[in-house]
Every structure is written in structure tokens, then in C-alpha cells.
């Protein structure tokens, strides 16, 4: 298995035939920067809530789930299930409601916040966001 290096979306052309030329390294998009230039080469898309933390503004999951309805027809390589920066356990409750009503046709990953070990992530959450 190759890693895959995935690394901030930008409109720097010089980065953008950087990811093209590799097989191995692709775009991370948020949901607000997720247009059509992220779905030509390889990519995937982050919740957005890290930039909100920072911004010191909510979680949008307006766009969020637009930027899904969008992604449908991009093929991401995978979709970071929303999250709660520095959230702990609270922030795997939260990500777990989230995944009972998202699709499965996207590959989800969980972003594991402060304190949260592989114990902590109950077995038939992982099935869902880890497909066989």
C-alpha cells in the first residue's frame, strides 16, 4: 500500500501540476473551497470544522452538505465525518450521529480528537466507516 501525501486546496497552479505529475499526493479540500478544479485530480474532502475552530465561527454543515451533493459526481478518496475540535469522546458522539444519516457512497473517516483511543470507537461504528 503507497501512501498518499493529501495537502491544503489552493488555486497555485505550481501545487496543482504538483499533484497531477504524482499519483501520490492529492488535494485536501474544505467544503467552502470544494469546486470543480478539486475534482480533477485526486482529492478529498475535510468537515470544515477545523477552519471554523480557527476562525472562531460554527461548524457550517450547510456546506458541508452541499459540498457532499457536489462530491457525488468528484469521486473523493474519502470525506472527514464532522467532527468537534479538542472534543474528546463527546466529539466521537457527535461524529457517529453524523454517520447514521450520511450516504455510504463515500469512504468516511474519523477524526480522532484529544483522549480518543481505538477502544473507544464502538465496533459497528467502524464498520461504517471503514466499507469491506
Not at 501525501?5 to 499533484?19: F, G, M
Not at 472534543?87 to 469512504?107: I, M, Q, T
Request: hydrophobic share 40%.
Amino acid at each position: 500500500m503507497k501512501m498518499v501525501v493529501y495537502i491544503t486546496s489552493t488555486d497555485n497552479r505550481e501545487v496543482i501540476d504538483l499533484v497531477k505529475l504524482y499519483d501520490n499526493v492529492g488535494i485536501m479540500a474544505t467544503p467552502s473551497d470544494y469546486r470543480l478544479s478539486s475534482r480533477r485530480q485526486r482529492h478529498a474532502i475535510d468537515n470544515g470544522a477545523f477552519t471554523a475552530y480557527a476562525n472562531g465561527t460554527c461548524f457550517d454543515d450547510g456546506v458541508f452538505l452541499k459540498a457532499l451533493k457536489n462530491a457525488k459526481q468528484g469521486n473523493p478518496d474519502f470525506v472527514v465525518l464532522p467532527d468537534i475540535v479538542a472534543g474528546g469522546k463527546k466529539s466521537l458522539k457527535y461524529s457517529a450521529v453524523w454517520r447514521e444519516f450520511l450516504p455510504d457512497c463515500f469512504s468516511w473517516y474519523l477524526a480522532a480528537q484529544d483522549g480518543i483511543t481505538a477502544k473507544d470507537i464502538p465496533t459497528d461504528m467502524i464498520k461504517k466507516i471503514m466499507p469491506a
